[in-house]
């Protein structure tokens, strides 16, 4: 199982990136997506969550109203479309798979891609 993040770059607050993930070995719609970030210094944290097979989704408070996670269930994707975005969103983002409908905890999934950078400035 692979999972890809990517979308990241630099952008200006009040600005938008659309961050996607991609997998293989896996089907999206029989698990529960997350996205996480770590953001510098700190450690990772829940921001967005998809249960595929009910279509429930959850949200950090901090991102609640800002950042929307979709699908794409023929390319077998899911995005985080950011906008908004505040100097403090700025962090390397992970999505990642589990089973546990609804979760918010990262322990509870158990692939992971690699991160990808979303920068914010000023």
């Known amino acids: 199982v692979q999972l890809q993040a990517s979308g990241g770059g630099l952008v200006q607050a ?3 990136l659309r961050l996607s993930c991609t997998a293989s070995g896996i089907t ?4 529960n997506v997350g996205w996480f970030r770590q953001r510098p210094g700190l450690e990772r944290e829940f921001v967005a969550s998809f249960t595929w097979s009910v279509g429930v989704k959850n949200y950090a408070d901090s991102v609640k109203g800002r950042f929307t996670v979709s ?4 390319e077998n994707k899911v ?3 950011m906008n908004n975005l505040k ?3 700025t962090a390397d ?9 609804f979760s918010k905890s990262a322990a509870d999934y158990y692939y992971w891609g ?3 950078l979303v920068t914010v400035s000023s």
């Open 114 to 116: 690699q991160g990808t």
């Open 71 to 74: 699908k794409d269930i023929a």
């Open 93 to 101: 983002y992970y999505c990642a798979v589990g089973r546990i409908a």
């Open 14 to 16: 009040g600005g938008s």
């Open 79 to 81: 995005y985080l479309e």
């Open 87 to 89: 100097p403090e969103d």
């Open 28 to 31: 999206f719609s029989s698990h």
